[in-house]
């Protein structure tokens, strides 16, 4: 759900063969030993290779569960198997298709309309005009409100540690950063954002109103969206794991402050009917949970950035995997790995979680080889689209923060587009053209389309994730070159101090107190910023973790540029008043080195590291 990665986006692109033709016909359904026998074989290389404790998969078909098993161990110290029947995972952001279906039930109740403005449903706080055109709920459901992200302080220890929803949404809401309906960037906040207009218009909290109107319909017994799990089936709780240094390190429970986004925890039997449901248009059994008009709209198309490429159904990421229409969606919470596909033209339904962070490698084998065995196919390109031409340039995540201190992690995470010979070079690969405006990865099966907003923005959407062009001052390249500039004229100034002492005491020649006060006022300010350049570096490409909250180690460091800002002020007014008092040398090294910390100041006041921006 938080993770700094898209690990079923990799999944999917890896299945996607782009070849003229027809797209494949429906495929038959496959018998129980099949599943068995593939299942049984790819979980024992899977789980074992990648160090992962266990594993739980549910096939769905023909209106009917087609298999299930538990693999591996669902709790280490207790030697606890996983079990598809009561074994319950949490499955992260795959919560949001149960927020999605709540919100097109009150569709289909009248309560909702997707096109209208959110702020209609909102009281106790108000998303600001930002932009011409407000947010919808559509919106919301395509990942297109235009949000930033935010990452900070998700998530809670304990129960006691949750604000109130009402409270933390209107407390952390990200900054609108780009039109509505432009391009996706997945938002956590937006789908807790249309969970509670569900909790409002429905007059229940999300849990309750997913308890009694998915749940309960749908015969899900071993499954919740409350945090803690209630008692009762708190002892089903599958446990989750790292692996280091040869062992296995148990996860914490972690609260989720946006619960709509993903805090639903279930089993592989119960995931079995939310797929069956959605298969069978809104029915499982003699029950619905959406009338067929309603549960047919949601599995319909609402977003692409270009029609050539995969897109956004009400929620349902769409992938086209084998030459089938894939709706799905994946998750990724505190070590538990999860994923859902639904194959609506084939009636098939996969749900498959792991609990370990290292499952994410094991599925990125076995989704694609369930596929290849099950759902053979091959895939036509889509018309349509617009001829764009490539922009070079480099490229950020449009799933990025602008107002808070993660800001900076752009940085790490930009990656150039250059264009040689025809073809485009972009995140380590070569794309070839497909199609006018559309490119096709040598090698590989992920397609690339070319964007331009209507603010003239450039845009990269693949199948999977999308990037924005940066402007030349936020390229990698640039603020390397700044950092570099201030430390190599922080450390004349550094080492430069004590040996100007030693030849001034050798010569005996006199210095003006004002310009040795100067002098060293501007030594001090590079001192501090040359420790706080080594130390956030350190941050940046550690293991730090914002989950909880900015750490209190980080706070501490976020207070060294702020000292940086008052002792060059203070240095910058001595050496005017003094100014006369030195020498041209002199003068002019003291010019370098406060040109070099003003760079380092603008580049923390550029990426939020100046000032409180937690």
């Known amino acids: 759900m938080y993770l700094f990665r898209s690990m079923l986006v990799a999944v999917c692109a890896a299945l996607m063969i782009l070849v003229p033709g027809r797209a494949a016909a429906a495929t038959d359904i496959p018998d129980e030993r099949a599943l068995a026998d593939f299942f049984d074989a790819a979980m024992a290389d ?133 039109p509505p309906g432009e391009v996706s960037a997945y938002s956590n906040y937006g789908a807790a954002l249309a969970g509670y207009i569900v909790s409002r218009v429905s007059g229940q909290p999300y849990d309750e109103y997913v308890r009694d109107h998915i749940l309960a319909p749908l015969a899900m017994r071993h499954s919740t969206a409350a945090e803690p799990v209630p008692a009762p089936l708190a002892t089903d709780l599958a446990r989750s794991y790292d692996y280091e240094g040869g062992t296995y390190r148990r996860k914490p429970f972690v609260f989720d402050n946006l619960a709509p986004d993903g805090s639903i925890s279930a089993t592989a039997n119960d995931m079995a009917h939310f797929m069956i449901a959605h298969l069978l248009d809104g029915r499982f059994g003699d029950q619905r949970i959406l009338d067929e008009p309603t549960a047919r709209l949601m599995q319909r198309r609402t977003f692409a950035a270009d029609p050539r490429i995969d897109g956004y159904a009400h929620g349902f990421k769409e992938q086209t995997l084998n030459g089938h229409r894939v709706i799905m969606h994946d998750g990724g919470w505190e070590g538990f790995q999860s994923a859902l596909l639904l194959v609506p033209d084939a009636d098939l339904g996969l749900f498959v979680s792991t609990n370990s962070l290292d499952g994410a490698d094991a599925m990125t084998k076995i989704i694609p080889a369930f596929f290849d065995r099950f759902l053979p196919g091959r895939r036509a390109v ?188 203070a240095a910058l007014a001595t050496t005017v008043r003094a100014w006369r008092c030195a020498g041209v040398l002199a003068r002019g090294h003291q010019v370098v080195v406060l040109a070099g910390l003003l760079a380092l100041l603008w580049f923390c006041l550029h990426w939020n590291l100046l000032g409180r921006h937690l």
Not at 458 to 486: H, K, S
Request: aromatic share 8%.
């Open 382 to 569: 889509p018309d349509g689209g617009a001829s764009v031409a490539p922009v070079e340039g480099f490229y950020k995540l449009t799933r990025s923060a602008e107002s808070s201190i993660e800001k900076v992690v752009a940085l790490t995470g930009s990656t150039r587009l250059r264009v040689e010979g025809g073809k485009l070079t972009f995140r380590g690969s070569t794309w070839s053209p497909l199609r006018p405006g559309l490119y096709q990865q040598d090698g590989g099966t992920q397609r690339l389309a070319l964007v331009t907003g209507a603010s003239g923005v450039a845009y990269v959407a693949t199948d999977g994730p999308a990037y924005q062009r940066v402007p030349w001052w936020d390229t990698p390249p640039v603020n390397v070159a700044i950092v570099l500039l201030f430390a190599v004229t922080a450390l004349t100034a550094v080492l430069g101090l004590p040996v100007a002492a030693v030849v001034r005491r050798a010569k005996k020649r006199p210095v003006p107190r004002l310009w040795r006060a100067g002098r060293l006022l501007t030594g001090l300010a590079a001192a501090v910023g040359l420790v706080f350049v080594v130390l956030f570096t350190l941050v940046l490409t550690g293991d730090t973790s914002i989950l909880y909250g900015v750490p209190a180690d980080v706070q501490v460091l976020l207070v060294l540029p702020l000292l940086v800002l008052a002792l060059t002020v």
């Open 46 to 178: 899977g789980l074992a290779a990648n160090h992962v404790p266990g594993a739980v998969v549910s096939v769905v078909g023909g209106g009917k569960t087609l298999f299930s098993k538990g693999y591996g161990l669902a709790d280490v110290e207790n030697r606890r198997p996983f079990d598809p029947d009561t074994s319950m995972v949490r499955i992260a952001s795959i919560t949001k298709l149960f927020t999605w279906t709540a919100v097109m039930q009150q569709v289909q109740r009248g309560k909702l309309d997707l096109k209208a403005d959110v702020n209609r449903y909102l009281t106790a706080f108000r998303i600001p005009a930002t932009y011409p055109r407000p947010i919808t709920l559509q919106d919301l459901m395509d990942h297109t409100a235009g949000f930033e992200d935010r990452t900070i302080g998700v998530g809670s220890r304990s129960k006691d540690d949750v604000p109130p929803l009402a409270d933390y949404l209107a407390d952390n809401m990200p900054a609108r950063v780009r």
